[in-house]
């Protein structure tokens, strides 16, 4: 009985491991192996070829004496900045509109969301062409007197520049993720606090925000993540400059990978993933706090 | 206990499924089979080619398989923008090709990494037969050699003069310049501008490494000190050159050509009429005739105008093995074929570009008139240029130098500082990075 019971618990084991053993093995393949590597490399002196020399915390400490490096930190945090408090905002905003019963709304709603089903690179692409000098963006200006201006050739600009674009690319995520959470608060609270004499400002503060706050954490979350990974659109527009003024940590770390400094690329990466990490971690918490 | 035993199987899994992945993984050794060790090549080749839709060495690829009928040739053209990328990928995976064409301008970087193989030892001095040093202009051979040895074989070279519209020099009585106060002056007469504006024909002012190498360069000034250990670039020469440049844009003469405008051909300016005047190498000669095609017959090129001396920067593509090419054979069997002077001829025929080597550069079909430059041959006016060129130093930061330099002169360009303090901030990062590599 105790003989068959074991087999039995052996069979089982043995099923569940084939089960995942695919994705275990993809698992292991393409995150851990390379995550374990890139750690080690990060501690190293490597190209690629040659065999790899331990430097210790060298790269690390080299990376933040190295003013292109601050530079794109800094850069990559005022992205996370402006994009994040105006991209969910204008999305909340985007979906409070479209969860009305106005005539069109599907229209609208696929109208908002069609960028975001558009190949970065391609909207990147677009954008350069419009913001060029002699682009659409200064033809139009130039219709109301105003004069044109370098966007994207300008240090002082072209950042914001960039913002905007990618702004407009995720706003359509953004709206759809909340219009969806809208659509799952019972109406029932709305009436409730309507009978009790809440205006909209006051519905909006106490139902929708308490109702939204998972989806604004989601939204919040995959961002901030998002923002710090940015590479697509500032290689395609502006390649980090001019003069640095685009370099963001990605493209930074492609840089440094291009002209095979790996060990330095590798730090990087970690450097960006000890940001992520506890960045995600204080949301989570703050989230936590407040639910409680 | 029965926990325990299941953890410790699931952590034998991990480690054997790991042991698995990682032996699937390619080696970076050569492979024995792929190539004889010496005399006929044979498996197969694998060639990266950034030349584009022009490229010289697809239709090379066919005649090289005539005489090798035993070897594969994998041909792979990859876009220049992002070919660094993909070299860079391929050479640290083990994956690299076995001929890869690379500009002139990343061999330092490659070079001092050890990713390039070392081609005196493969050649033994000899290209198809001839030493290889009574092949090519000394420039080009100091620009092919790192460290005592040749780590790449120029294809086609890079050297400025002066591209003009000739016929409206013409039309407004404007001398070719030949010194640096002529070109402003004939850069004013040229000009066309609307409250100070500039609206047409103007000089293409690019705020690049090259652009004011040029100018550097003809100024008597140098980019690094003898050893390579400092900048010298932001020294009165370079000062001077990089003030001369944004005279261009202050007096309303120069269209600045960011890279926001797209390629630095300058290709829109130029059909758009904004661009009249640029300095640039051979290449251009073949992307204007097929982009610019209805201005044929009004562009001629001159020799750069000077301040104290002639002076470029020196360029152009490299024939480069990786150190950990599968097939050096084969490799360098198709590198000696690309460099034979028939072959060769194709760097002009199919890219509009200049040969590297001396005996291709020499033959009729490169000297005779060309209708698109007003009868003009502008060959010999380039190999002038090559003569007094100068490659960029050796140095495993030149990315990061290049990089610093470029942001300096856009800064002034852009009058967001002035040219010595841009220059100052362009070599403080440069000296660090020396430190550093």
Same mark, same amino acid.
């Given at each position: ?30 995150? *851990?192996?390379?995550? @374990? ?9 490597? !190209? ?9 915390? +060298? !790269? ?31 999305? %909340? ?43 659409? &963006? ?10 044109? +201006? ?16 990618? @702004? ?18 019972? /109406? ?16 909006? &503060? ?26 697509? /659109? ?39 993933? %000890? ?18 | 206990? $029965? ?8 952590? &034998? ?14 080696? $970076? ?17 694998? @060639? ?39 070299? $860079? ?23 001092? /990494? ?56 013409? =039309? ?41 190498? =040029? ?18 670039? !932001? ?43 640029? *300095? !640039? ?54 590198? =000696? ?22 005996? #291709?550069?020499?033959?009729?079909? *490169? ?8 009868? /003009? ?55 660090? #990075?020396?430190?550093?590599?």
């Amino acid at each position: 009985m105790t003989s068959f019971a074991g087999r039995a618990r052996v069979r089982r084991a043995v099923t569940g491991y084939a089960l995942i053993a695919p994705a275990m093995i993809a698992t292991t393949a393409f995150l *851990l192996i390379p995550m @374990v590597l890139s750690a080690y490399w990060s501690l190293t002196d490597y !190209n690629g070829i040659t065999a790899p020399t331990w430097v210790g915390l +060298h !790269n690390y400490v080299a990376l933040f004496h190295d003013p292109r490096f601050v530079r794109a930190l800094t850069n990559t945090i005022t992205f996370v900045l402006l994009g994040m408090s105006i991209g969910p905002a204008l999305g %909340l905003c985007a979906a409070l509109l479209l969860n009305e019963h106005v005539r069109g709304r599907g229209f609208y709603r696929t109208a908002i969301f069609l960028p975001v089903t558009t190949s970065l690179v391609v909207v990147a692409t677009v954008w350069k062409m419009l913001l060029n000098e002699q682009g659409i &963006v200064n033809t139009v200006l130039g219709f109301f007197g105003l004069h044109g +201006h370098a966007w994207l050739a300008d240090p002082s600009t072209a950042l914001y520049a960039v913002i905007v674009v990618s @702004v407009w690319q995720g706003l359509g995520f953004e709206a759809v993720v909340f219009l969806a959470a809208l659509q799952s608060i019972p /109406q029932a609270l709305y009436d409730s606090a309507r009978v009790d004499g809440a205006n909209a400002w006051r519905r909006f &503060v106490h139902v929708t925000l308490p109702g939204l706050r998972p989806t604004l954490l989601f939204v919040f979350v995959i961002g901030i993540i998002g923002s710090f990974q940015v590479f697509d /659109q500032v290689f395609v527009m502006t390649q980090g400059g001019p003069v640095e003024s685009t370099n963001t940590i990605v493209f930074y770390l492609v840089d440094r990978f291009q002209a095979l400094e790996l060990g330095r690329a590798s730090a990087v990466a970690y450097v960006l993933l %000890l940001i992520l990490a506890t960045l995600s971690a204080i949301q989570f918490r703050l989230f936590e706090e407040r639910s409680t | 206990m $029965s926990r325990s035993r299941t953890v410790l199987a699931a952590a &034998v899994t991990i480690v054997l499924l790991a042991a698995l992945v990682a032996s699937c993984g390619g080696s $970076s050794t050569p492979s024995a089979s792929s190539s004889a060790s010496a005399g006929q090549p044979t498996g197969t080749l694998t @060639v990266w080619d950034y030349y584009g839709s022009a490229t010289p060495i697809k239709p090379a690829i066919k005649a090289f398989k005539k005489l090798h009928p035993q070897l594969t040739i994998n041909y792979q053209a990859v876009d220049w923008d992002t070919f660094r990328q993909k070299f $860079s990928v391929g050479v640290s995976s083990g994956a690299p090709p076995d001929v890869a064409t690379l500009d002139m301008t990343w061999i330092p970087t490659y070079a001092a /990494q050890g990713v390039l193989a070392d081609l005196t030892k493969m050649s033994g001095g000899q290209l198809n037969g001839k030493p290889i040093q009574s092949q090519y202009t000394p420039g080009s051979l100091k620009a092919m050699t790192y460290q005592g040895h040749l780590v790449t074989m120029m294809s086609d070279f890079d050297a400025y003069a002066l591209y003009y519209r000739a016929d409206l020099f013409k =039309q407004k009585g404007v001398a070719v310049p030949k010194t640096w106060d002529e070109f402003s002056a004939a850069a004013r007469q040229l000009a066309v501008t609307s409250g100070g504006k500039l609206e047409k024909y103007g000089f293409q002012v690019l705020p690049d490494t090259f652009h004011f190498a =040029q100018m550097l360069y003809q100024n008597g000034g140098a980019i690094l000190n003898g050893d390579n250990t400092k900048a010298v670039f !932001n020294g009165s020469e370079g000062v001077a050159a990089l003030a001369y440049m944004k005279s261009f844009l202050d007096d309303g003469t120069g269209v600045y050509w960011g890279p926001d405008q797209g390629d630095s051909s300058g290709i829109a300016g130029i059909k758009d009429q904004r661009i009249a005047m640029f *300095l !640039n190498g051979p290449y251009l000669m073949g992307i204007l005739k097929s982009s610019a095609p209805e201005q044929s017959g009004k562009w001629a090129v001159a020799p750069a105008p000077i301040s104290k001396q002639p002076g470029s920067y020196l360029g152009g593509t490299g024939l480069t093995i990786p150190v950990n090419a599968k097939n050096p054979t084969a490799a360098w069997a198709f590198v =000696q074929f690309l460099l034979t002077p028939s072959q060769q001829l194709g760097v002009y025929k199919y890219a509009g570009a200049a040969p590297a080597t001396i005996a #291709a550069l020499h033959s009729p079909l *490169l000297t005779k008139p060309d209708p698109y430059f007003g009868g /003009q041959a502008p060959f010999g006016i380039f190999l002038d240029a090559m003569a007094t060129a100068t490659p960029y130093p050796y140095v495993q930061a030149w990315d990061k130098v290049d990089t610093a330099i470029s942001d300096g002169v856009t800064s002034a360009l852009l009058g967001k500082q002035s040219s010595q303090d841009a220059l100052n901030t362009a070599a403080q990062t440069t000296d660090s #990075a020396l430190a550093g590599q």
